[in-house]
Structures are given as C-alpha cells and as structure tokens.
Nanobody, 111 residues
Framework: VRLVESGGGLVQPGRSLRLSCIAS????????MSWYRQAPGKERELVAY????????NYADSVAGRFTISRDNAKNTVHLQMNDLKSEDTAVYYC?????WGQGTQVTVSS
C-alpha cells in the first residue's frame, strides 16, 4: 500500500492550496479517505473525511467552510482544496485510510 501526498508549500494568509494523495496497492473505491494534520508540538488531528463513494464528507470545525475534500475513484486520488488559509493551518498534512498513512506534505502559511 502506498499513499503519496503532494501540493504542499509556503503560501500567504488568505491564499489557497490544493493537496493531492495518490493511492495504490488496495481497492481505493472501497475505502473512506481522510486528511489529518499535525502542527509542531500538537497532536495529529482529523481535518476532513470522505466516504468511499464521495457522497458524504465531514470536516473539523476549524476548517469547515474553507476546506473541501473530494475524490476521483477512477484515478485513485483524493484531494483537499484549502481556501482562505490562516497561519494556524500551518502543519504537516497526511493522507490516511484504515491503518495506512502517507509520508505527509508540509503546508506553511506565513506572510
């Protein structure tokens, strides 16, 4: 199983980023997918969740209305569109399903 994140970087407050996670080694369309993040000195937290069909999603209160999770089962990919980024969104973002984790991608929001 592999989960490979991409799309992180340095961005100014108020701007947007789109993270992607490409999955392989399992039947992607059968699994719900999640994005987590971990800021320095803090515990890893769930950011967004999408069921296997993509028809239902859930978000942490801190990102609801700004972030959107989506998936493309034909491409084994899950995305996280992050708008109106804030300094407190700075963290390493991880793609997750079941017990499997990606290596993470750094998002830094700073002016």
């Amino acid at each position: 199983v592999r989960l490979v994140e991409s799309g992180g970087g340095l961005v100014q407050p108020g701007r947007s980023l789109r993270l992607s996670c490409i999955a392989s080694g399992f039947t992607f369309s059968r699994y719900a997918m999640s994005w987590y993040r971990q800021a320095p000195g803090k515990e890893r937290e769930l950011v967004a969740y999408i069921i296997n069909t993509g028809r239902s999603t859930n978000y942490a209160d801190s990102v609801a209305g700004r972030f959107t999770i989506s998936r493309d089962n034909a491409k084994n990919t899950v995305h996280l569109q992050m708008n109106d980024l804030k300094s407190e969104d700075t963290a390493v973002y991880y793609c997750n399903t079941y017990v499997w984790w990606g290596q993470g991608t750094q998002v830094t929001v700073s002016s």
